[in-house]
């Protein structure tokens, strides 16, 4: 399920009480979805990475984010406070002096919400236990009184195809240095993403970093600019984690649904929300025309009968340093599916 996938197996077979993960393009919130964990991808800074091994270390433009996962809620929101609440600011000068705002967490979880409704990202449309799970979580929080909007996609695909540039920008260099110090061969789909192309240069960056913050730029003035029909700001967005269930390895090709709020640097929470249910979820897909490759893909791995059990997972999404208002709202979403 992603980097952190080893710490979603332990957590999920209660190896631990909770797990940290780091999250540069869903590598929290994937694991979490595929074995049924709650796991959060804060903003990039707002947990200390001071001592924490990462890959392409140096790297600024999409900086990863180390994360808490969970087997529930109530854990989640009790490490979030408790890592925040020890001022990491303290010792890393790179967090922000941000301290814990439980008035935020509290008013979250009890007033009306407004949410923005994204279950297709305009690329790769989910699987049909998903929809169905997302289509009745949404029904019960306009039920419970929340207003929803649907979310606009216009700006997925360009913040996706800016991410995936950032990837290879160093024309692998870090990855080969890696590997050349543990003396192993490259495993072929890392041999590949090393060798898509030469380094860019000094310049070719700039270039790509000023589309990564026109991208960013543009993404949160849609946010802000969205209303509701009743007028309300868009407090969170409820989306996909995957557009699958767990998958063979080797099988996963497209993460739009996390590594999108990767690039705008959002706060996200995966979190369970039911299982694939070969009843409910063995519809017929020969119908559906895909739009890509991507999706046709996709569309190819879908079997009720083996994902029968599988676990689901949606995201709930709040801007940048938005834990508490995401946690928040958490709340009142686990009131609805434990209902």
Excluded at 299 to 326: P, T
């Amino acid at each position: 399920g992603g980097s952190s996938g080893g710490e979603a197996a332990m957590l999920a077979l209660h190896g631990s009480l909770i797990g940290f993960g780091t999250d540069i393009g869903g590598s929290i919130r994937m694991p979490a979805h595929m074995n049924g964990l709650w796991g959060l991808k804060p903003t990039s800074n707002r947990m200390s990475y001071r001592g924490v091994t990462v890959s392409t270390d140096g790297q600024q433009h999409v900086p990863s984010s180390v994360g808490p996962m969970t087997r529930s809620l109530s854990s989640m929101v009790t490490i979030t406070k408790a890592i925040v609440d020890a001022e990491p600011w303290s010792a890393d000068a790179q967090c922000p002096r941000f301290p814990w705002r439980n008035d935020c967490l509290e008013e979250y979880s009890t007033r009306p919400l407004t949410i923005g409704l994204m279950l297709d990202d305009g690329v790769v449309k989910v699987h049909p236990p998903i929809e169905r799970l997302f289509r009745e979580l949404a029904a019960k929080l306009q039920e419970a009184g929340h207003d929803v909007v649907q979310w606009d996609v216009g700006l997925n695909a360009q913040c996706v195809e800016i991410m995936d540039a950032y990837y290879t920008a160093d024309g692998g260099e870090d990855i080969k240095q890696a590997v050349g110090e543990g003396g192993e061969p490259f495993i072929p789909h890392v041999k590949a993403l090393v060798e898509r192309g030469p380094a860019i240069s000094v310049y070719e960056y700039w270039k790509l970093n000023r589309r990564k913050v026109a991208a960013q730029q543009a993404y949160h003035e849609m946010w802000n600019n969205a209303r509701s029909s009743k007028g309300q700001p868009i407090d969170i967005i409820l989306t996909p984690t995957m557009a699958h269930t767990s998958l063979p390895h080797r099988k996963c090709r497209w993460v739009g649904y996390t590594k999108l709020f990767n690039l705008v640097d959002y706060t996200a929470l995966s979190f369970p929300v039911g299982r694939v249910s070969k009843t409910l979820d063995s519809a017929g897909t020969d119908d559906y025309v895909p739009r890509n490759a991507y999706d046709a893909w996709n569309w190819a791995q879908y079997d009720s009968e083996s994902m029968d059990g599988h676990h689901v997972g949606l995201q709930l999404v709040g801007q940048r340093y938005d834990e508490e208002k995401v946690l928040g709202a958490a709340l009142q979403v686990e009131k609805l599916l434990n209902g």
